[in-house]
């Protein structure tokens, strides 16, 4: 059996696409949106007239037909620019049209999937409730079956792209007392009678993603829209969610590239002492740990990717990408203020974008806790 690190042609013409669409359009805005939360609506266009939103489906479905390499590149390479709009991208992607993707029937994926892959409306997950982070299994939202119709009461919180989206993968319980396997999963039409998206949430960062609470008051959702059978929303979203780290681990790849290439830039200007700070040891020691840990990084992420493209099993692989890219993620961008300095505490400069960025990655599509309960089981524990 070989070992081979190359990326194909194709992987390569992905990826070198999403580089330059990052530069010449993501990133020069990005820190204005920073400070003003602008969602940025008209790069959302294009990236999808580009054809990012497709890259993992298949062409049947209005996809690029590309594999999850590419698509973890190009989410990479998009954060990098700005990790708003990396989030965007892997919320709509992996956990938004992941889910009808994977378990809707065939019908299903022809209504909603090839506009989403366009761009013409973005897709969003609700799992998350005031009451069930962590514990997905306690979720309270609760849909009741009435005819040709499940009828949706609860709500849920922490929700990406929320008032964008042209549907929402929601889930609820339907058997009560059945605990996890009493929990079905529904695709929600955007707009629904009884169906409300909140106001937009303050951050700590990210501000020009759109995060949002939802909320359901007799909202009747056709029976067709239920994905799969009853009571296997919890087995679909958990398998939802492995995905769904890979594509997070991507996104703080990026941020941690990023706040590498940001530190370098300016270690190598900044001078002290009559030389620049890049010539000291100590800037060098910080910039050499950050990029080692940054390749590794990548490395891994590349590698849970490789797995889910060959079918293999990546749930152990998938969850130690996503924890280490992550805390990665949040090093790099701490490193890359302390070698500004104070100027690293201004807003003048990116690097407290990144650190605040950042944070969301070790919280996002499962806690560094539940990474750490997710391997300690996959060894035996």
Not at 147 to 175: H, M, P, R
Request: aromatic content about 10%; hydrophobic content about 40%; overall charge negative.
């Amino acid at each position: 059996m070989s070992l081979n690190f190359d990326l194909s042609a194709e992987q390569a013409m992905i990826r070198d696409m999403a580089r330059e669409f990052a530069d010449e359009v993501v990133a020069p805005g990005a820190g204005e949106r920073d400070k003003t939360g602008k969602f940025p609506l008209d790069i959302i266009r294009q990236m999808g007239e580009l054809g990012f939103f497709g890259i993992p489906f298949s062409e049947e479905y209005g996809g690029m037909g590309g594999d999850t390499v590419s698509y973890a590149l190009a989410v990479e390479e998009i954060s990098r620019a700005d990790a708003s709009l990396g989030i965007t991208l892997a919320a709509h992607c992996s956990i938004g049209m992941g889910p009808v993707y994977y378990f809707g029937t065939h019908e299903q994926k022809q209504r909603w999937l090839p506009g989403a892959a366009r761009g013409e409306y973005l897709a969003s997950f609700g799992l998350t409730e005031p009451g069930a982070g962590s514990d997905s299994a306690a979720t309270k939202s609760t849909a009741v079956r009435d005819g040709d119709a499940w009828v949706l009461n609860g709500s849920k919180q922490y929700i990406t792209n929320a008032a964008y989206c042209g549907f929402i993968v929601c889930t609820a319980v339907t058997e009560p007392g059945k605990g996890h396997k009493g929990i079905s999963a529904f695709i929600l039409p955007n707009p629904s009678d009884g169906f409300t998206v909140g106001p937009g949430y303050e951050k700590m960062g990210l501000h020009a993603s759109d995060t949002r609470p939802l909320y359901f008051d007799n909202v009747r959702i056709p029976a067709e829209n239920l994905l799969g059978n009853p009571g296997e929303g919890f087995k679909q979203f958990m398998v939802t969610l492995d995905g769904g780290r890979i594509s997070i681990g991507a996104m703080a790849v990026g941020i941690a590239q990023a706040s590498l290439d940001a530190a370098l830039k300016y270690a190598k200007e900044r001078e002290q002492f009559g030389r620049p700070i890049s010539q000291f040891q100590a800037i060098q020691f910080k910039l050499a740990d950050m990029a080692m840990e940054v390749e590794l990084a990548r490395t891994m992420v590349l590698k849970a990717a490789w797995l889910k493209d060959q079918g293999r099993p990546f749930l152990r692989e998938g969850a130690m990408a996503k924890l280490f890219a992550s805390e990665v993620a949040t090093r790099a961008a701490n490193q890359a203020i302390q070698i500004h300095g104070g100027a690293g505490y201004m807003e003048d400069f990116p690097v407290s974008r990144y650190w605040r960025d950042a944070k969301l990655t070790e919280i996002g599509e499962g806690t560094s806790e539940v990474q750490r309960i997710v391997i300690a089981k996959q060894l035996g524990c």
